[in-house]
């Protein structure tokens, strides 16, 4: 460790539960998270993960596909219904049907096997600098009053009624209400909403964006708030 290193205190460091059924990777994994300073829980299987979650409380959680007992998906539904925690699946196929449902559970992300741990690393700190935001302001309003961002509070609401949004929805709504009119490209999203500075998969905005809809637009298969530019991005309709 160099001389300039600070060493973080044991409570500080971010806590990431590790879930996978490949004792060999969990053990690898570990290590590599544990130098990049991170705390490391584990658990080989779709029960034991919702249990270690519970006592654990991580501060994200990594999510094999393929798991014994109960499989990703449907450990990342349970997740969603009581947190949320920043989720990235792991997927051992290159399937675009598994990574799309991955999302649509409600992961942020996805990696898939093998994959280099310098990257997964930094999209662990990507979404954890995300998860941390906070917002300068009092209020936001979009769709004609229709969605209310409070921003120092982090919550939005929905015709009076509060929406259960995770931290990257309400990244990517703020983004857009802070610049009503203007279009955006799926690479420039990912750059300035997702915060990586490396390649990433565009359908995770179009899956993130279609997740949101679903949370503010009266209609989601007519949007009136989050419009698409076909071949060209996603703006924010004025007024």
């Not at 004792?23 to 690898?28: C, K, N, P, Q, Y």
């Not at 051992?92 to 990257?119: C, H, M, Q, W």
């Not at 390649?199 to 179009?206: C, E, I, K």
Request: proline letters at 5%.
């Amino acid at each position: 460790m160099g001389k300039n290193q600070l060493i973080q205190p044991e409570g500080t460091r971010p806590l990431v539960l590790l879930v996978d059924d490949e004792t060999d990777l969990v053990t690898g994994l570990s290590n590599t998270l544990t130098e990049a300073g991170f705390r490391v829980v584990s658990a080989g299987d779709g029960g034991e993960a919702l249990a270690v979650f519970r006592k654990a409380l991580p501060d994200l959680v990594i999510l094999d596909l393929m798991l014994p007992v109960k499989d990703g998906l449907e450990v990342c539904g349970e997740l969603r219904k009581i947190s949320d925690v920043p989720i990235i699946m792991l997927t051992a196929r290159d399937d675009s049907i598994d990574k799309i449902l991955g999302l649509e559970f409600g992961a942020d992300d996805y990696v898939t096997k093998p994959f280099n741990s310098r990257e997964l690393v930094a999209r662990i700190r990507s979404i954890l600098r995300r998860t941390r935001r906070q917002y300068q302001g009092s209020t936001l309003t979009v769709g004609k009053g229709r969605v209310c961002i409070h921003l120092n509070e982090q919550v939005v609401m929905v015709e009076g009624r509060q929406a259960t949004l995770t931290p990257t929805e309400l990244a990517l709504l703020i983004h857009f209400a802070r610049h009503p009119g203007q279009v955006f490209s799926r690479m420039a999203l990912l750059e300035t909403v997702w915060g990586y500075d490396f390649p990433g998969d565009l359908r995770t905005v179009d899956v993130h964006v279609r997740r949101l809809r679903r949370k503010i637009e009266a209609d989601p298969a007519n949007p009136t708030i989050i419009l698409t530019r076909f071949g060209v991005g996603y703006v924010l309709a004025q007024g």
